[in-house]
C-alpha cells in the first residue's frame, strides 16, 4: 500500500510518456478534469454500503472518509469538506486508502470527470480509469501486477490492448 495514491485528470503527457515505454493504453479523450467535492460527494452517495462519515482535520486540508468495521478509510487532500471548494491550484490525492474503493469511486467519477490516472508513489503502475472500467478486472490484474517482472505490461496488456 502507498502513502498516497495521486489522482489526475488523463491527458496528452501520460499518452506520451506511456506511448514511449511501448505500454498500450487508451486515448486521451476531451474534457478530463480533477473531480470537484461535489462530484465526489455524488459519487459517495452512489455507494451506500460505505456508511460515510466524513471528518476534517484542524487545519480542514485533509478530509477523510472513514469506516471502521470494514477497516477501510479515504483520505482526501487538498479538498475542503467545511466550504465544499478545492483548493486552488492543488493536486487531488487518495491517501492510504483502500485500493478497492479507490477505484470504485474513480469508475463512478469518470461519469462526471472523464478519465483518471491513480498514480501510487510507490513506483507501482498508474492505472486509467473512467466511467467503462471494470473494477473487478482492475482488482484482480492490479493484485497481480506487482509480483511480475514488469507490472506496468502485465497491468497494461489486459486492460488497454
Partial sequence: ????????????????????????????????????????????????ELEIEP?????????VVEKNQIGYALYFEHLNWKTHMAEPESDFMTVRGSRHWEFALLIKLGERCGQLVLYPDT???AVILDSDSD???????????????????????????
Fill in 123 to 125: 513506483g507501482e503502475p
Fill in 135 to 161: 473494477l473487478r478486472r482492475i482488482d484482480q490484474e492490479w493484485s497481480e501486477a506487482s509480483s511480475r517482472p514488469d507490472p506496468w505490461a502485465y497491468l497494461y496488456e489486459p486492460l488497454y490492448s
Fill in 55 to 63: 471528518r476534517w482535520s484542524s487545519d480542514d486540508s485533509r478530509s
Fill in 1 to 48: 500500500m502507498s502513502n498516497h495514491d495521486l489522482i489526475f485528470p488523463y491527458a496528452a503527457h501520460f499518452d506520451e510518456w506511456l506511448t514511449q515505454q511501448g505500454y498500450p493504453h487508451p486515448a486521451v479523450r476531451p474534457g478530463n478534469r480533477l473531480p470537484t467535492f461535489d462530484d465526489i460527494d455524488w459519487a459517495l452517495a452512489a455507494y451506500p
